[in-house]
């Protein structure tokens, strides 16, 4: 071929295009089907037993949907799985290459809120180490955002994210072990152009979702299964869409929760992942075919302006927060509306081999503790309220403040905390660097014992939730991880002081 100028910019812009998706997804660029599995974070794992990495957030031209788009990211969307080992130490180098302030949250992997700082604030072109110490038993899936007050919304939704796995001994055992493992990201995005569509003040109340429903992103991929059994870790880190996840023809077994695995696999029909929750599940895939992984409706009750006007709703917990437009209050609750549950949506297609031959199901997997309730140190009550114009949320009346404790409790305690949800919308709540236990929900015990970071109340819910604080000191958070109600109010500090 003769280079003519013209060849030229084609070709370099081919190989450019192709570089850039094949950094990220190299299956698209191959033109072949393969699951687009987000890179793995590269490890230096001395001899010393210390593991080395690092990690930086960035401005990032990248592909979704075969569009150009710019993103926010550490590095690929979603960000480089950090995969790790119980009982290994971790120095991970951490720097902020953003024009912005941002930080780093290691999302329920259990190390010191000195270390996983809530509160650090990493300056552009500056660094932070993070030195910790992955815990015995952890084994898991977890996930790193950023966590800098008032612009975790932004921040998270431009693509700032990546999954932590730990591997553990539970690992070993061969109906794991011999389960073909794949990670799922799912998020959903709104573009304008190649840019993130800006936040609208809908966004700021509801939080942000987007029409574009990601798997480790991109649309609607296909996995092509090699073996009978799947297992699958799930995370959901869209800022506020709920996945109720069913697969056609076939149970989910779950095996893991956000804190680990369970005793034995439960099995269910369906699956509603909260923004910020994880679960691992295996799939026996019993005959030759296609299946769809759906999100199935779910109403979260997100509400939407009717008409034109703006619109007053008050919706307060405790504390009595003032009413602001008292006047047209009447009006405005005929304006807003509850938005319906979300439309039906396939994720992905999972193609089973021809003759499939899942594995037996795991009969047994880990201990879950059971927690001793005799000995409770403490019972608390958590109100969230939300003032829904003004798109202002609170716990306990109160609205997110760096320089307050809210709550102060003791290291080797046993607290058992009331979560009550008066307002319209659901609310993931979650608990930074010590995980919990459910009790129950509106009076009812769970099913299963499990390790949670992060439970969903839906309107009118009470949830009772026991967590032991075992071993670090030192400040830490709660909140709602609809992130956008996060920056804008419904967060607590929590200081784990020694006995
Ligand atoms: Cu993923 Cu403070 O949360
Ligand atoms: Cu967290
Ligand atoms: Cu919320």
Known sequence: M??????TIKLLGAG?????????????????????????????????????ASLAAR?????????????????????????????????LQFTNHLTQVTNLHLHELH??????????????????????????????????????????AEQLYAGLLGLIVVEGPVDAIPELREAEEHVLVLKDFAFSGSRIAPFTPMDWMNGKEGDLLTVNAV???????????????????????YYRLALENHPLYLIATDGGFVEKPVELRELLLAPGERAEVLIRLTQAG???????????????????????????GMGGM??????????????????????????????????????????????VERLHLTKVAATRRFELGERMMQAEFFINGRMFDAGRVDVRARRGTLEVWELINKPDMDHPFHLHTDPFQVLSINGR???????????????????????????FIGTTVYHCHIVEHEDRGMMGVLQVEAE
């Open 2 to 7: 003769k280079l003519t100028r013209r060849n």
């Open 16 to 52: 450019l295009g192709s570089a850039l998706v094949g950094a990220h997804w190299p299956g698209l660029a191959q033109g072949t089907l393969a699951f687009p599995e987000p890179k793995l974070l590269p490890l230096r794992r001395l001899e010393s037993g210390l593991v080395e």
């Open 59 to 91: 401005e990032s031209n990248l592909s979704i949907g075969g569009k150009p788009v710019t993103l926010l990211t550490y590095g690929g969307m979603p960000g480089p799985t950090l995969r790790l080992r119980e009982g290994e130490t971790v120095r």
């Open 111 to 152: 190390v010191s809120p000195e270390v996983d700082d809530p509160l650090a604030q990493i300056q552009p072109g500056q660094s932070r180490m993070y030195e910790f110490t992955v815990p015995k038993g952890s084994a898991g899936t977890y996930w790193y955002h950023p966590h800098i007050h008032g612009r975790v």
């Open 219 to 241: 649309i609607r991929p296909t996995l092509r299964a090699q073996r009978g059994t799947l297992r699958l870790r799930i995370l959901n880190a869209s800022n506020a869409r």
């Open 290 to 316: 296609s299946f769809r992984l759906q999100a199935l409706p779910y109403d979260r009750g997100a509400m939407m302006m009717h008409g034109g006007g703006m619109g007053m709703m008050n919706h307060q």
């Open 322 to 367: 003032s009413h602001g437009g008292e006047q047209s209050t009447l009006a405005m609750q005929g304006m807003m509306m509850g938005m319906g549950p979300s439309r039906l949506e396939t994720l992905l297609t999972i193609v089973a081999p021809p003759n499939p031959k899942p594995l037996p199901l795991p009969t047994s997997l880990a201990t």
């Open 445 to 471: 015990p769970q099913p299963y014992r499990a390790w949670k970071d992060t439970v969903n109340l839906k309107k009118n819910d009470v949830v009772r939730i026991a967590i032991p604080f075992r071993d």
